[in-house]
């Protein structure tokens, strides 16, 4: 992709296609924003436009939006991330429809947390420029962007879209095997089974397990990351502690059926007002609000320099 002249196409209208549109316009980078409907192209775009502060909105007048089925002009178009329903018909339809369309020039990204690149890009014959791009929310704040190659990816184009992501102050990982989960979720989903596996039986409350990971190891993440707080402790110390731990920690292969049963039962966090927690509209505003505040303090941690 070479030094970064052109736009970036953004296909999708929903929260996380919002957020990753306003990445790239708080980079200075104008974007093309792609829905089933002309109304919900440009409603994304305006809320991806007010998401960035007034001093980063200088790519907003040249950034435009449309429909995705009608769609032809690419023209300075350098990169597409589609983030549209997580259902792998509908995104294997969408690529074989982008295959034909976008100039070969042009690499290819998929948002999904849930389907390999290699399956979403079976059998088209442009898969070699075709990757996972996978943000975290909210995708304007979080810095992260795994990029994950496929079995037909060509690494030489998703180097380039690495550096790409670096020259806008993002902070892309390649992940080099197409395997599920791809590097962080796997990581927090091992977590996560411990977790609710101590909440479960009752080891730890909710609240336990968020303060017992945000103020201990969660806390020096933000400065270093696992590996490398370890190289400080000693691996022998490791070692000696996954003796003794290791043996014991969960190796479920599902959810508890205590989670499982209340999601069954509409407790699905924020969204449903219930959760492990009552909500109210008021409440998940205010979260909302700190967390995003949060956040933006994390960032500026991680921009400290060596």
């Known amino acids: 992709m070479g030094a970064f002249d052109g736009l970036c196409t953004v296909i999708g209208t929903g929260t996380m296609a919002t957020g990753i549109a306003a990445g790239f316009l708080g980079a200075d980078v104008p974007v093309v924003v792609l829905g089933r409907t002309q109304e919900k192209a440009k409603q994304c775009l305006e809320d991806a436009i007010a998401l960035c502060s007034s001093e980063k909105r200088s790519a907003a ?17 350098r990169w597409i991330v589609e983030t549209i329903i997580e259902d792998l018909p509908t995104k294997q ?12 020039e042009i690499p290819i990204g998929s948002n999904s947390s849930a389907y390999p690149i ?10 070699h420029r ?15 962007v795994e990029i994950v190659l496929g079995e037909k990816t060509d690494p030489r184009i998703a180097d380039a879209v690495y550096a790409f992501y670096q020259s806008i102050d993002k902070k892309p990982v390649l992940v080099r095997q197409d395997i599920p989960g791809f590097l962080a979720n796997r990581i927090q989903h091992a977590l996560m ?4 596996y101590l909440i479960d039986r009752g080891v730890a409350t909710p609240e336990d397990v968020d303060d017992a990971v945000r103020y201990s190891f969660g806390f020096r993440y933000a400065a270093v990351g696992p590996i490398t ?7 022998d110390v490791n070692c000696n502690a ?17 989670i499982l049963n209340m999601v069954k039962s509409g407790k699905t966090g924020t969204k449903s007002l219930a959760g492990f927690w009552s909500w109210t509209p008021e409440k998940v505003k205010a979260l909302k609000e700190i967390y995003s505040k949060r956040l933006q303090a994390a960032f500026a941690v991680l921009k400290i320099e060596k």
């Not at 074989?96 to 976008?102: G, Y």
């Not at 990757?131 to 810095?143: D, Q, S, T």
Request: glycine share 6%; net charge negative; proline share 6%.
């Open 61 to 77: 007048g040249s950034s435009r939006a449309g429909e995705i089925d009608t769609w032809s002009d690419w023209t300075d178009c």
């Open 93 to 104: 339809a969408l690529f074989h429809s982008l295959d034909q369309r976008v100039p070969q």
């Open 118 to 127: 290699s399956k979403i890009a079976q059998g088209l014959k442009t898969a």
């Open 130 to 144: 075709m990757m996972g791009a996978h943000y975290f929310m909210p995708a304007e704040l979080v810095p992260l």
């Open 193 to 196: 089974r411990e977790a609710l």
């Open 229 to 235: 707080q370890k190289e400080l402790s000693g691996w």
């Open 242 to 258: 996954a003796k003794e731990i290791y043996p014991a920690l969960c190796n479920d292969t599902a959810m508890p059926e205590s």
